[in-house]
């Protein structure tokens, strides 16, 4: 009686992680990846295969510069795209009126010297702290999210926790940069 053994079944990979977005993060992202195919993608083309038509290509600056960032955009490309098919397009626009801090909440706050401060929260693509749009993974997101205008919330620093104070929530639709 022979018995064929079936090697054990590999387990499955966990799903990648959502990629949560506003509209506008989505749109720019689709605006760099369309035009990275659809202009600077086909010009270096041209140029690469000119330079490989004038002859040796050992020496050739135009020819070795050109297939370095062939590669560079084409990485990019890859990114871009691997970033857009995780995407999770969320509206702050369309959360309507709640006090409660999610993704795409503006928050105004007081740190513990009664200084005022205002953040939105954004995708990881969108992150731009000196516009005051900081990330849903950063950790002054983390701490306030799910929280409520009125609530004072611990966050994690360098120097030690501080507690801040929520002042403000609001859902906006966000604008370009």
């Given at each position: 009686m022979s018995r064929t053994s079936q090697p054990p079944a590999e387990p499955e990979a966990p799903p990648p992680p959502k990629n949560y977005m506003t509209p506008?993060?989505?749109?720019?992202?689709?605006?760099?990846?369309?035009?990275?195919?659809?202009?600077?993608?086909?010009?270096?083309?041209?140029?690469?295969?000119?330079?490989?038509?004038?002859?040796?290509?050992?020496?050739?600056?135009?020819?070795?510069?050109?297939?370095?960032?062939?590669?560079?955009?084409?990485?990019?490309?890859?990114?871009?795209?691997?970033?857009?098919?995780?995407?999770v397009v969320v509206d702050p626009a369309a959360r309507g009126d709640t006090d409660q801090i999610f993704f795409g909440a503006t928050v105004d706050y007081e740190d513990p010297d009664g200084v005022s401060h205002t953040v939105t929260i954004v995708g990881i693509d969108e992150a731009d702290p000196a516009r005051g749009h900081v990330s849903w993974v950063s950790p002054i997101a983390k701490a306030l999210l799910k929280h409520r205008a009125g609530d004072s919330v611990k966050l994690p620093t360098p120097k030690g926790i501080v507690e801040i104070d929520v002042v403000d929530v609001r859902y906006e639709a966000l604008m370009p940069a």
């Open positions: 506008v993060g989505y749109a720019r992202i689709k605006q760099e990846l369309t035009r990275l195919l659809d202009v600077e993608r086909p010009e270096l083309v041209k140029v690469v295969a000119w330079a490989a038509s004038n002859g040796d290509r050992s020496e050739n600056g135009d020819y070795l510069y050109g297939k370095k960032r062939l590669r560079e955009i084409d990485r990019r490309i890859h990114y871009l795209g691997k970033r857009l098919d995780q995407s």
